[in-house]
């Protein structure tokens, strides 16, 4: 069992920066792969982005590409969601999950945290 909570979540202006922490404990954190969703008001969760347990291998949403940046601090147990360039339609609840490969599938992910609000305003 992994248990995963992130933070750093808020409200910040369009063209801001925000970075999430998700802080994971219990089965060997460096054992998982890492992966960022979201889901805005009224639509689908979705992948936005996820890295190996090794930290070898990134994958990213299009629509975050170039301006979001994954990484892990295994000694920390601790996974980032760096957050650049914001724009309104980045607003969601942001969840990390553990899982077994880097996948931009939910299901490919077994431990969720509860999520954490970002709002960006125009």
């Known amino acids: 069992q992994v248990h995963v909570v992130e933070s750093g979540g808020g409200l910040v202006q369009a063209g801001g920066s925000l970075r999430l922490s998700c802080a994971a404990s219990?089965?060997?954190?460096?054992?998982?792969?890492m992966g960022w969703f979201r889901q805005a008001p009224g639509k689908e969760r979705e992948f936005v982005a996820a890295r190996s347990w090794s930290g070898g291998s990134t994958y990213y949403a299009d629509s975050v590409k170039g301006r979001f940046t994954i990484s892990r601090d295994n000694g920390k147990n601790t996974v980032y969601l760096q957050m650049n360039s914001l724009k309104p339609e980045d607003t969601a609840v942001y969840y990390c999950?553990?899982?077994?490969?880097?996948?931009?599938?939910?299901?490919?992910?077994?431990?969720w945290g509860q999520g954490t609000q970002v709002t960006v305003s125009s």
């Open positions: 219990g089965r060997p954190f460096s054992r998982y792969a």
């Open positions: 999950a553990a899982g077994r490969t880097p996948g931009t599938s939910e299901t490919e992910y077994e431990y």
